[in-house]
Structures are given as C-alpha cells and as structure tokens.
C-alpha cells in the first residue's frame, strides 16, 4: 500500500460536481457583503459618507472602520517571530481603514444587502473625500534617502534589520578568495492566483461566532480573531469546506473575515462574501518581491568559500502574518542550497511601500534563496569556465550528518547523486543536434541546469486521532489539512498499512475546530510528514490498545500477541481476533479489563520540530525567436529526492503542479504598479499571465529517495518543490541562449518583450 501509486479518491466527487466549495454553502435567506476599496495607494481619508448607501433598497448595514473602533474590534495581529536587530515594526492594521489608506485595494467599508448586485450598487454611493499622499511601491525606493513617508513610527519605510551568518568568517572568505563572482538579482512580486477566490460565511447566534470561510487552517485563525476580539478562542467556531486552492495564500486572517463577524453579529443574521478575482490581485497577498546584491567567494580551484547577500524584503504597507518571517527565517534556511558553503551571511532591510502586504506563496522564502543561490553559482560556472553540472557536484554536500552555515542540520540527502542521474538524462549530443536545428529555423536554444533545496516542515508540531465510527468506517482526525495535495488517498494509505484494512474504510476529517483539537493547518509542505507522524502515532495507540484487549480475551499477556494483516494472534495457540472483532468488544464493558477505557480511539501529538530535506537537479530547454522574443519551453527534467514515497503518482503530480508555478513566475507572471501613482497594472488575468497546457511541455520527474530518518515514515515534504527549482534553471536556459547575443544580465520575467528589449539593447551595444 505505502509506495504504490494510487488515484486520488477525492477526485471522483470533484470532478464529478459533488465537491462543496464555499460558494456551494451559501445557507438560504444569508446576507451578502461587498467590500469598499481604496482607488489611491497612499491617502488621508478626509469623511466617509454612507448615508445614501444605508437607504438603498435592500441594504442592511454599511460598516465603516469608525464603526469596528467604536465596538473596540483590535487591528489584526502579525504572531510571525523574528530574531531581527530591534525589535519589528508593526504599525496597526485595522480591518476597515478609518484615518488613512495605505495601498491601492485597502478595504474602507462593508455593505451587506440582501443580494450581492444590491450591496455593490450601495458600495458605489458611498462618497469616500479623499487627500491623496506621495507614494512609493518599490523596496529599495523606499528604503532611500526622501522616499515618501507610509509611517511615522517606521523612519525611512524600514521595519527591521536582520542578519544570520557569520560575517568575520565571510568577510574571511572573501579575502581568501582566487574570485569573486556578485549579481544584482530581482525576484519579482506574484500572485498565487488559486482557480476559487477567497471567501467567507459569517454568522453569529447570540453567543459564539462561525466562520466557514475558503482556507488552509482553522486553529491559528481563530487564535488571532480571540486577540482582535477581545474573547476567549471557545467564542468562535471555524471551519472550511473543499478548498479549490490556496498555495499558501489562504492560510491566514483577513480584514474581510473580522468586517464579516462584526456585520453578523451587529445584524444577528449570516453575512456571505466571495471575493472577485481583481480583488484577490488588490486584497488578498502578493508574494516574492525580495531583491538586491549577492556575491560568492571562490578559491582557484572552483571551491566556495563564502556567499553574502544584502536584500532589500517587501512586505508591502502592512506586516501580514507571516509576512515578516519570509524573507528572513525563510530565506535563511536554505540559502547556500545543497552546497557545502563554510561561511554565509545574509542581510536584510524589510521596507513597507504603498502596496498589497507579502506573505508566504508556495515555498515562502525557499524559492528566493535557492534563486539568489544559483544564479551566482551559474555565473562562476561561466566566469570559471567550468561545465554547470562539474561545478555544482565538486561543491554539493556529500557527507552527512551536515550542518549549514546557517545552522540547518541535514540528516541525509543524495545532492551529488541528483546531479549525477541528471547528466544520464540530459542528451547532451543530442542537445547539440536540437540546437543545431533551431538555428536552421532562425531559432535560438539555450540549456540550463540548477538544483534546490528545500527546507520543508512549516509549524512544528500536531495532532491527530484515529476514531471507530458507528457506521463502521475509520475516522483520521487531522491538524493539518487538504486543499488538493491528495491527502484523503495518502492518510488512508498509511492508515490501511498500518491496521491492514480496507483503504476505502478510512474517512478524513479534518479543518473544523469544533471536531479538531489542534491544529496547524497546511504550509510548508508539512502534511505528510508532521501530519503523518501524528497520524502513525495514534494508529500505534490503536495497535497498542487492541493487542491488551485481545490478550485479556485470549487470556495471554499481550507480549505474547502478534499484529499483522489486521489480524492479533497468539503466538502460542494460534487463536486470533480481526481488529473489527476487537473494535466490537471494546464497546462492551463485560470484553474490556480493569483500568482500560472502552473503545480503541486513540489520540497523539507529534511533538517535533526537526526538518526535512527535499532536494532535486533540474535541466530545461528553450527557444527563443529572436525578432518577437518570444520564449518556448521545449523541454523540461528533474531528479528529485522526496525520502521514501508513499504514492508517487501523487507526488509526481505535486512536483508538476509546482513546476507550472514556477515556470509561470520565471516566463510570464509579474505584478506590476504604477511607480508614480502606485496603481496596480496587473489586476486582472487580462494583465497578469498564467501559463497555459500548451505553454508546459512534458514535466518529466525521476525519483531517487534517501529517506530521511526525522519520522518514522522517511517522507521528505513535496507540495512546495517544484516551484523552488523551476525559476533558476528556465532562466539559465534563457540566458543560454541569449549568451552568443551578448545578452547576460536579464531577470524575471522573461517575457517576449523583456527578452526582445534585452536583444536589442545587445545589438545596439547598450
């Protein structure tokens, strides 16, 4: 069962119209809100008036940020913890802005009507008097001498400082070294885009709230709603129901949830809200936008001593969430990649500019770093003229235990061996052939080559139980949560292996805090193997309990009962009872011995915090045109380390789900503000470009697994990996094939028009 590819159960009702998303649990006679948003990126609010709104037909409340002050609902909470140099700056961020708006999409007001169209329609009579502000939407702008000024307890747009490294032994390194290798790189600002915009149902019965709401986690919402609220966690019920996304982008507290719970409770009625897709671009998250200049030490013999970055984080007007933990804990640990770098210091300035707060988006911090990282051992392969694959296998840890420079501990990892089975499969004779047959074409072809590390764990800690249903299914209660990694199948893989039954008696339950003791959501890619160790933990529990019991019925010690193929058997005898036997007499107080509780349900917390290690060696192919320049993936290969794997066609299609991303953010998709005005340019799929089925070619993925010895499964995280390896090694393709024009020093993305601007600037010598 573990290590055999199974289809995903959950997709027969998806695709078959029975999933049930948010917008599908709508109650009958609910209310419907539509957020006001601000059309400026930096502005006072002089008056708001809603009186013209409030006497629409239909209309039931218009709430103001005035209105949530006066009931004493608190600003949202940033609970992300970094070691920086001072303490961060987090200036309040109310739900509804009252004094001042911050960046273009900020919510000013909440009209709840009885029919959406009836609340938009108010939405536009509300007459909001404006003074609009200087602004500023670039990181390294901001933190200039005379950028405008977004808050006054943030001198200069920085809201902290943050090292980790050594720098007397980079600064060693470096003057050590035979060569020096420095860029200037940019990872751009993006969107995680999810097929089902956010939303929320919120009620109010008199006592507790509910908030059924499009999300990746219900504990640590409900957490910071109690501090807004200024109630205990117990006053408020959340859960989620199918989720068609998230990426990270669901995973924390909104102002339009806080503004939906204060409606509901002021009207005693439910408030529905479901986001438009232009509004997710101006008032969910971005993610990324992290930027500057990095080097890399190198001695004579192509070895690294020693990577310094000094970069400038973008955490947009607010610190979100996690926000602040992104390009600075996150980033931290995993840059130097899979490389044995004996000295690292990383820098970083978090800036706000007049712009949608940042926060974490597949990988969080792990694609910045694993980028920053390889594009500078790309240049050295180039500067050093030393083959891309040689360089990075004469510099990749090979011996483990190893500890980074940044502290990380990794326990295992075959980076040599990924790059290895990657030259086996990179054709370079062949490459030579198909380059040679673009040319003839008036094509250029480029192949590049990189490799990632991730550091996949998320929150630490979690909880899970495993419960006997009266209908005679196997409840697997879990913290974490599935919104489309394919956790119904894989829990129940695990599970089935584990009792030895059936895989289609097992039952997920999961994201409702009023069926789920704890959680930590999904993030981090942290699922299968924080989530699956609880789950396996209280799956022993079971075994355990029904061992005792069975040998109380057979009247042997229970040592002496053996477990296997949901069978417990007596060694000595041979006598046995199924586990459904045994689930049937531990309901009976007359089967069941002194000092056992009745029922085989078992619970357990899995109290590590260790990490684990993904890796993986990837090659691509383009081509480009060069009179529209206009890019083609042709082709694309991984090998990729995931420990042990409990289903790999699901894995195989994690891996894809997150080339596609990464693909997208390194060819086509940028948000983009004006640097003026601060309007966002990109606040629609008519601006902003997801890649196409006929913009991928086949995502081929081959497997070589060290299992890691941090859980008892050896599972290594997957959901985040293929949008950390992606980006470096398309544009190392890119500008592979740019390289015979002169053309070296493009960033993200390379669209046709970035890359046809590049090309004529070459030619004309610029």
């Not at 970083?348 to 988006?361: H, I, K, M, Q, R």
């Not at 969080?364 to 980028?371: D, I, S, T, V």
């Not at 054709?427 to 008036?442: L, M, P």
């Not at 250029?444 to 139980?465: H, K, V």
Request: charged share 20%; aromatic share 6%.
């Amino acid at each position: 069962m573990i290590g055999e590819n199974r289809r995903r159960v959950e997709d027969a009702r998806f695709l078959t119209g029975e999933g049930r998303y948010l917008a599908d649990r709508i109650p009958a006679g609910a209310l419907h809100g539509v957020v006001l948003r601000s059309p400026h990126a930096h502005a006072r609010i002089v008056s708001v008036d809603a009186a013209a709104a409030g006497a629409m037909p239909g209309v039931a409340l218009v709430l103001t940020g005035a209105d949530l002050a006066a009931e004493g609902i608190g600003p949202l909470p940033c609970p992300a913890v970094v070691a920086t140099i001072g303490p961060i700056i987090v200036p309040a961020r109310p739900a509804l802005a009252h004094d001042a708006v911050k960046h273009v999409g900020e919510p000013v007001a909440l009209v709840v009507a009885a029919t959406a169209a009836g609340a938009r329609d108010a939405a536009e009579a509300i007459l909001v008097d404006y003074e609009t502000l200087p602004a500023v939407v670039d990181s390294r702008a901001a933190l200039a001498p005379g950028a405008p000024q977004i808050w006054p307890e943030a001198p200069g747009n920085r809201a902290f400082r943050f090292e980790r490294g050594d720098r007397a032994a980079m600064e060693a390194g470096f003057a050590a070294a035979a060569r020096t290798i420095e860029l200037d790189l940019v990872n751009h600002r993006v969107h995680a885009a999810p097929i089902e915009p956010r939303g929320a149902v919120a009620s109010w019965d008199g006592s507790r709230f509910d908030l059924l709401f499009s999300g990746m986690g219900v504990h640590a919402i409900r957490k910071q709603l109690a501090t807004v609220f200024g109630l205990e966690e117990a006053a408020f019920h959340l859960h989620c129901p199918d989720v068609g996304g998230g990426f990270g982008m669901k995973n924390f507290l909104f102002p339009e949830h806080v503004a939906l719970l204060a409606a509901a409770r002021r009207l005693g009625r439910s408030v529905a809200w479901v986001a438009e897709h232009t509004e997710e671009f101006q008032g969910a998250v971005h993610a990324r936008d992290f930027q500057g200049r990095a080097r890399l030490a190198l001695d004579a013999e192509g070895r690294f001593l020693a990577l310094h970055a000094r970069m400038a984080g973008d955490l947009g007007a607010y610190c979100s969430a996690f926000g602040p933990a992104v390009p600075t804990n996150s980033v931290s640990t995993a840059i130097g990649g899979v490389y044995a770098i004996p000295a690292i210091l990383l820098e970083v300035e978090g800036a706000f500019t007049n712009s949608l707060p940042v926060d974490a988006y597949r990988g969080a911090g792990k694609p910045e770093a694993n980028y920053l990282t390889e594009r500078l051992v790309e240049a050295a392969a180039r500067a050093t003229g030393t083959d891309a694959i040689e360089i990075r296998r004469r510099n990749a840890i090979s011996a483990f235990p190893y500890r980074s420079a940044t502290g990380m501990l990794m326990d295992t990892g075959r980076f040599g061996d990924n790059l290895g089975d990657l030259a086996a499969l990179l054709d370079r004779e062949g490459f030579a052939q198909r380059r040679a047959g673009s040319e003839a074409r008036g094509l250029l072809r480029g192949l590049g080559i990189a490799c990632f590390l991730e550091t996949s764990r998320g929150a630490p800690q979690e909880w899970a139980a495993v419960r006997f249903a009266a209908d005679g299914m196997v409840d697997l209660v879990i913290g974490t949560q599935n919104n489309g990694q394919g956790l119904e199948t894989s829990f129940a893989q695990i599970a089935a292996a584990w009792l030895g039954l059936e895989e289609s008696r097992f039952r997920l339950v999961q994201a409702d805090t009023d069926l789920v003791a704890f959680g930590n959501g999904h993030g981090g890619a942290r699922s299968l193997h924080v989530g699956g160790t609880a789950l396996v933990l209280a799956l022993d529990k079971v075994i355990e309990k029904a061992r005792r019991l069975a040998g109380h019925l057979l009247q042997v010690a229970p040592e002496s009962v053996d477990f296997a193929e949901g069978c417990f058997t007596c060694t000595a005898t041979g006598q046995a009872f199924t586990l459904d036997a045994l689930v049937e007499a531990s309901r009976d107080p007359q089967d069941v011995p002194d000092g056992m509780e009745l029922g085989l349900d078992a619970e357990a917390m899995n109290l590590s915090d260790l990490v684990t290690f993904p890796s993986g060696a990837h090659c691509a192919e383009v081509e480009i045109d060069p009179e529209t320049g206009a890019v083609t993936l042709a082709r694309y290969q991984a090998v990729d380390d995931y420990g042990s794997l409990v289903n790999p066609m699901l894995t195989r299609g994690q891996v894809q789900g997150g080339l596609a991303q990464g693909i997208g953010q390194a060819l086509q998709e940028r948000i983009a503000y004006d640097p003026e005005t601060g309007q966002l340019l990109s606040a629609s799929f008519m601006d902003y470009a997801l890649p196409r089925a006929a913009d991928l070619p086949d995502l081929f993925i081959a497997f070589g697994e060290a299992p890691t010895h941090s859980n008892p499964l050896g599972v290594k995280g997957v959901g985040q990996a293929g949008a950390i390896g992606a980006p470096q090694t398309v544009m190392h393709a890119v500008l592979d094939a740019l390289r015979p024009l002169g053309v070296t020093g493009l960033q993200m993305p390379a669209t046709a028009e970035a890359v046809w601007r590049a090309i004529r600037d070459a030619r004309a010598g610029r």
